[in-house]
């Protein structure tokens, strides 16, 4: 059950009693009994003047307003802390949506605990009865259920005529080699999620299973399974190519307009736009992005659906700090889109980030500074706050 704007923005729980026991109490404070819940905020609420009946807009230069829906990491280098991080660091307000809870240090991953569905169907259709998100990145759905309750509120959120830019990142298998996602999403991923995004970033054990084919081995076999991926309904395919042992980091984008081609017909996303409008009412302000410059490459290749495929290198940093750098490069690419004038400059910029971010990485010392003795063999984050730290 899926209700964005049923029972009037209002979430009953379908599935009987929570932790906390309030799962079949309705949390609308205005109809919650007295007696219930009262609180220093409820009774601030009471007391406020009648400030909610105009309608509310938000000024020129407000915040992109971001959306992760993703899993947590509690060692806050990669997941939702990441996102958020990301979000903050190029000058979005972030919101979060959790999908699950993972054990997890620098040093792997112990323990996943699903959300379940209908509780993550409740806090999208909480957020969204009340928050216009201008841009949402996925990354971690955990099973088959939330990835299906996450499709089905996007559906909603469309059918409501909301159109929110979104990032897809197929999230599948941590950089320490544990699994992040039950198996039977992955085709939940590729059928349903994958038509509703603007954007998939997978890397290339990740392209590989969306495509059912063997990852690709080199730039070329890279860009033509960026090109495949449009195949299955996404508007845009950035290929990542962290895994690939060359000298610089190579990502390959593929959509219509990239690299300078000239699109068809196909604008190419499940929302059928691939631009402007960012759904949540308000233009944007305050996102910058450092400046580490990214290169690119046209390939100069056009395939029949007019697609353009362009490789987008960086010089290879030398850090053990990758831990995350596939959710900050898809966050970053979410929270820099509605200020960037089509997908390909947005996720330059990005990846301009992420250099840089990858490039001041070895300034954090988070792992093997805790309980455990032994040598570190970890991942550590990458230093997201590096262009504005005051500390
Ligand atoms: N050492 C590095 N130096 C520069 N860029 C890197 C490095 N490692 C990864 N990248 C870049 O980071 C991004 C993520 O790449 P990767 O292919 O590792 O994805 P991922 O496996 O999803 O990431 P992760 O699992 O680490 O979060 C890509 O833009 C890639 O080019
Ligand atoms: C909750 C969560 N989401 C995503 C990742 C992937 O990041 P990485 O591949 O760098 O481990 C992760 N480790 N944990």
């Known amino acids: 059950m899926n209700g964005f704007g049923r029972d009037g923005g209002r979430v009953v729980s379908g599935s009987g009693r929570d932790a906390v026991g309030l799962a079949d109490v309705e949390q609308t404070p205005r109809l919650r009994s007295p007696d219930v819940g009262r609180s220093a905020v409820a009774t ?3 007391a406020a003047p009648l400030a909610d009946v105009a309608p509310r807009v938000r000024p020129p230069g407000h915040p992109v307003v971001a959306l992760t829906i993703a899993g947590s990491d509690p060692s806050g280098g990669a997941g939702i802390q990441a996102d958020l991080k990301t ?5 979005g307000y972030g919101c979060a949506v959790l999908t699950g809870l993972t054990a997890q240090s620098t040093t792997g991953v112990t323990r996943v605990h699903p959300v379940p569905a ?5 806090q999208l259709d909480t ?8 841009t949402i990145k996925i990354g971690m759905t955990t099973d088959a259920a939330i990835a299906r309750t996450v499709a089905a509120a996007l559906r909603d959120l469309r059918a409501a005529g909301r159109t929110p830019f979104v990032v897809l990142d197929p999230v599948m298998v941590a950089t320490s080699g544990d699994r992040l996602l039950a198996p039977d999403a992955e085709a939940v991923l590729r059928d349903e999620l994958l038509p509703l995004a603007d954007l998939v970033t997978p890397n290339l054990p990740e392209a590989a299973v969306l495509l059912g ?11 033509d399974q960026a090109r495949a991926l449009r195949a299955l309904g996404v508007g845009y395919a950035l290929v990542k190519g962290g895994h690939l042992d060359s000298a610089e980091s190579v990502d390959h984008l593929a959509g219509p307009g990239v690299g300078g081609v000239c699109g068809g017909g196909n604008g190419g996303t499940g929302a059928g736009r691939d631009n402007g409008d ?14 580490n410059g990214a290169v690119g490459d046209d390939l100069g ?3 029949p659906g007019g697609d353009g495929v362009v490789a987008l290198a960086a010089p290879r940093v030398p850090t053990r700090n990758t831990h995350g750098t596939g959710c900050t490069l898809s966050s970053a690419c979410a929270v820099l889109r509605p200020a960037h004038d089509g997908w390909e400059p947005a996720v330059r910029a990005a990846k301009d980030y992420l250099t840089g971010a990858l490039q001041a990485a070895d300034s954090l010392v988070i792992g093997g500074t ?3 003795s032994g040598r570190w063999q970890g991942h550590g984050p990458v230093d997201h706050a590096h262009a504005t730290r005051r500390t």
């Open 44 to 46: 601030r609420a009471e």
């Open 87 to 91: 979000f903050a660091a190029l000058g």
């Open 118 to 122: 209908d509780m993550v169907s409740a």
């Open 127 to 134: 957020l969204f009865a009340d928050v216009a998100v201008d």
């Open 213 to 223: 084919v063997e990852p690709a081995r080199d730039g070329r076999e890279a860009a």
């Open 278 to 291: 960012s759904g949540g009412g308000n233009r944007v302000g305050g996102v910058g992005t450092t400046g």
């Open 301 to 303: 290749e056009v395939s």
């Open 370 to 372: 805790g309980t455990t």
